[in-house]
């Protein structure tokens, strides 16, 4: 199994990253996904995930501001992050579920 996330970076309040998680070695259209991030000093925080028929569920804080998605056919999860904040700096992984594969993070910073 492996994960490997894409897209992150430095960006200003207020906007937007999309972020990319490229899985191989699994059957990838019958499993659940989900993001977690991890910011400077704090715990591990789960923020999205997404099943394999499509059903989408988030974290308060990011409710209405990221939308999860997936691409069976090129066996991708995305995480789609607008109107960043500062408090959304953190290192975000992409993670098979249950219990499976991480992917080794993309850092995300919200800065001006």
């Known amino acids: 199994v492996q994960l490997v996330e894409s897209g992150g970076g430095l960006v200003q309040p207020g906007g937007s990253l999309r972020l990319s998680c490229a899985a191989s070695g699994f059957t990838f259209s019958s499993s659940a996904m989900s993001w977690a991030r991890q910011a400077p000093g704090k715990g591990l925080e789960w923020v999205s995930g997404?099943?394999?028929?499509?059903?989408?569920h988030y974290t308060d804080s990011v409710k209405g501001r990221f939308t999860i998605s997936r691409d069976n056919a090129k066996n991708t999860v995305y995480l789609q992050m607008n109107s960043l904040k500062p408090e959304d700096t953190a290192v975000y992984y992409c993670h098979l579920l249950p219990g499976g594969s991480w992917g080794q993070g993309t850092q995300v910073t919200v800065s001006s």
């Open positions: 997404i099943y394999s028929d499509g059903s989408a």
